[in-house]
């Protein structure tokens, strides 16, 4: 008796979207938290002042997010529409110059001239504006701009990401403040390149010391600053 064998690929470029502006949302809410924790704190403010600080930040910054990728997506969306409604109004007018065009496409990617025409004729059947907006466009379902996910993605990421040096801001006081808040941020962020890794299926430990070496380079930046302003003042 013979039995049939199911190939199955689990791929992760359908996460890409939310991903990006997730990890991206929560990084800029660790490091950017807890380096204008550093600063204020470098400067000497009081307690109160700091946590008054980290909060407005916290929402600042993540409506900040929110609006910046649903700006950037949304550009993107459009710039893909309108690409559609060209290659939609092309493919009414000279439907056979576009065969030949995708034709050529497929060419170049290797298959005989004959079998790209049988190909490219087939799918132009099946769904012409599908063929050409994936196979000449790069524009397919997975990877389309979806501005309203990935703006929700980092505004709640970088709340979560922000929220974690601001807690550790509002346990602890006093002159170990500074030393608290940069060792469980670097310890965060190595964390979140970890986990992001794991989610895109690439190397931990090259994401976790990337993310965490850029956020212990803007804390150092932010901390000097402070230092230095809060001497003048």
Do not use: C
């Not at 039995?3 to 990084?27: C, K, M, Q």
């Not at 397919?140 to 929220?163: D, H, I, K």
């Amino acid at each position: 008796m013979r039995s049939t064998l199911h190939h199955f690929e689990r791929h992760r470029t359908d996460r890409i979207g939310w991903l990006r502006a997730a990890v991206l949302g929560a990084n800029d809410g660790i490091v950017s938290t807890a380096s204008l924790v550093l600063g204020v704190v470098a400067a000497g403010a009081s307690h109160d002042n700091i946590l008054v600080t980290g909060v407005a930040g916290l929402v600042a910054g993540a409506m900040s997010m929110a609006a910046g990728e649903y700006v950037s997506v949304h550009s993107q969306a459009d710039t893909e529409k309108a690409d559609l409604s060209r290659e939609r109004t092309e493919l009414d007018r000279d439907p056979d110059a576009e065969l030949r065009e995708l034709s050529a496409i497929y060419v170049a990617r290797g298959l005989d001239p004959a079998l790209a025409a049988q190909v490219a004729g087939q799918l132009m059947a099946h769904d012409a504006l599908g063929a050409h907006a994936r196979d000449e466009l790069g524009i397919s379902e997975t990877l389309s701009a979806r501005p309203l996910q990935a703006a929700l993605a980092s505004a709640a990421s970088f709340a979560v990401g922000a929220a974690l040096p601001l807690g550790v801001t509002a346990l602890v006081r006093g002159p170990g403040l500074q030393a608290w808040v940069s060792v469980t941020s670097l310890g965060f962020l190595a964390l979140l390149g970890a986990v992001a890794a794991k989610a895109g299926n690439a190397g931990v430990l090259a994401s976790a010391s990337r993310v965490t070496f850029w956020g212990a380079l803007a804390m150092a930046v932010t901390a000097g600053a402070g230092m230095l302003f809060g001497a003048v003042a």
